[in-house]
């Protein structure tokens, strides 16, 4: 039975093109694979934290020299690269704001990109330690930025692909909803980005 992490991080409750598109996606594993088990982090409505000096602190200590507040300060990191480690499929829902993803978005991969634990540094450079998942991200853009002028502000996917994979996330999947900010294109952005869904 596989296991699936589904992270929202769309603003905008059930209106964000984002959350929709990843509700989707989800909807088509469990076609696929009927008895899939689903665990859903709102990172929004959960008020997931933002990386603090405590955290940090708490981070570099080992685990026996940990204070009750380091280890109250590092709650929500060890949940979430528990479950990380736990699911064998990702959805992430990824808006982009101002040209980048969600500060919450951000602060979840603040709290799971941890040396020794996702990722070391070897004799040959880095290595990731999360390893055989397999990642959708479902990005959803007011504009259209796969091609045309605005291609260039297409940060996203790269950065990422980038942080993902340093933890050893390389089966990366993007479906994109563009134009959803566009009176043409915003009616059909999600049915159009689930025809590129191949699970």
């Known amino acids: 039975m596989k296991n699936v992490l589904h992270i929202k991080s769309g603003l905008q409750g059930e209106h964000s093109y984002s959350i929709q598109l990843g509700d989707a996606i989800i909807k088509?594993?469990?076609?696929?694979?009927?008895?899939?088990?689903?665990?859903?982090?709102?990172?929004?409505?959960e008020g997931f934290p933002h990386l603090q000096t405590e955290t940090v602190n708490a981070f570099f200590t080992p685990e026996e020299s940990r204070t009750p507040e380091q280890n109250d300060a590092i709650r929500n990191s060890e949940r979430a690269i528990r479950e990380l480690f736990e699911a064998d499929i990702l959805v992430i829902g990824v808006p982009m704001y101002n040209f980048n993803?969600?500060?919450?978005?951000?602060?979840?991969?603040?709290?799971?990109?941890?040396?020794?634990?996702?990722?070391?540094?070897g004799e040959h450079g880095p290595e990731g330690l999360v390893k055989n998942k397999k990642v959708y991200l479902a990005l959803a853009t007011g504009g259209i930025y796969t091609e045309g002028p605005n291609q260039e502000l297409d940060f996203i996917p790269a950065y990422l692909k980038a942080v993902l994979g340093f933890m050893g996330m390389t089966d990366i999947e993007i479906i994109r909803a563009e134009g959803t900010a566009m009176p043409t294109t915003k009616a059909v952005a999600v049915e159009k980005a689930l025809k590129t869904v191949d699970i």
Do not use: N
């Not at 469990?30 to 088990?37: D, K, L, N, S």
């Not at 993803?101 to 990722?119: E, N, V, Y």
């Open 101 to 121: 993803i969600p500060s919450q978005l951000k602060a979840w991969i603040d709290h799971i990109a941890r040396a020794g634990i996702t990722f070391r540094y």
């Open 28 to 45: 088509r594993l469990q076609e696929t694979y009927p008895g899939i088990r689903i665990r859903t982090r709102d990172l929004v409505r």
